[in-house]
């Protein structure tokens, strides 16, 4: 596993402990600022994450379909980006 990925991986768990976290607060009816507070912490968690296996994809798979100069290869890692980023920017 890359670096990148044991990052990401941190940042998934976080994430699925404020997730919990979270579930039960709504479910004790706690007050909503502080909901959303943790909401906002578990979607940066994310994002970071998210970022982290972009990053490690660009220095990777991308950088060697480019390096192997195999033009069908190159174009579908390009689409696969656009398609990501597409997504995340929804």
Known sequence: M?????????????AQGLLLKILKMVENDEYCINIMQQNLAAIGL?????????EGHLNSCF?????????KKMQE???EILKVTKLYNK
């Open 2 to 14: 890359t670096t990148q990925k044991e990052e990401a991986l941190i940042s998934f768990k976080k």
């Open 46 to 54: 994310l994002k970071s994450a998210h970022q982290m296996l972009m």
């Open 63 to 71: 950088k060697n379909a480019f390096e192997a100069k195999n033009g």
């Open 77 to 79: 890692m390009i689409e």
